[in-house]
Each structure stands twice: as C-alpha cells, then as structure tokens.
C-alpha cells in the first residue's frame, strides 16, 4: 500500500468541532497535521502516531451585497460587491460553480484548480494571470 496508517482521523463539521479536535491533540501533547481536499500531499509509509484533522465544513452562503460606498459599487471599479462567506473545508470548485450558479463574476477564471476554500486562501492560488487575493 501507499503511505502509513493514522492514529486518529477526524472530521470536523462544525467550528466548534475544529477548535476542539485541534485543543484535544494539543492536550494530549499528540502531533497533529490539519489538511483540506489532501489533494497536495505526499504522504509517509510510515505511520503518523497523531492527528489528523480534515476540515469537513462545506456550506456556502451570501452574507449580503456590500462595498466601500453606501450604495454598495466598488470605488475603484464601479462593479457591485458581494460578501460570501465559504467554509474552509468547501471544495474550490463547488465554490466557483455556485459563484457562477448565482451571476457573480471574479472568481470563474479559477475554476478546475484542485483543493479547498480554505488552502486557496493560504497557497494563493492562481491560473491565467489571476490569483485568488486579487478576486
């Protein structure tokens, strides 16, 4: 096979969850490893005595139409703003499908990249000139 066993898998659905699962490894004094999708990993065959936390939190929902400016266009730009709010563990391109799904724009020119909402924030990630911190 391909890679060693894991102690403990969890998979948090909830905030809560997270934070307790991360203070319980902690508390244990076990190593702990937190990843997304695991798309991007190259794993030991050796076995991980720790914890290993897949962030399960997938929800997707608009906060509320908002900008700089009281009537809600960007000042820069002129275009209309919207605030979603996607969960770490949300699949990148769910993410970019539903955006689309709803006529919003600014994000479509990264779909197809492997991951989560989550690492996309942390790896920046970028296709065609675009990378997600300028979307």
Request: hydrophobic fraction near 40%; charge should be negative.
């Amino acid at each position: 096979g391909v890679g060693g066993k894991i102690a403990r898998f969890i998979e948090p659905k909830s905030r809560v969850a997270v934070i307790e699962a991360v203070e319980d490894a902690d508390e244990a004094g076990l190593p702990l490893c937190v990843i997304g999708g695991g798309s991007n990993m190259l794993v030991s065959d050796e076995n991980f005595n720790g914890v290993v936390v897949r962030d399960a939190r997938r929800d997707i929902h608009v906060l509320d139409e908002a900008a700089p400016s009281e009537d809600g266009i960007d000042l820069q730009s002129g275009a209309h703003l919207v605030h979603i709010n996607a969960e770490a563990g949300c699949n990148w391109d769910d993410f970019v499908s539903h955006t689309i799904s709803l006529g919003l724009e600014g994000v479509e020119g990264l779909s197809g990249i492997p991951g989560t909402v989550g690492a996309s924030v942390v790896q920046n990630i970028g296709a065609y000139g675009q990378e997600v911190s300028q979307s």
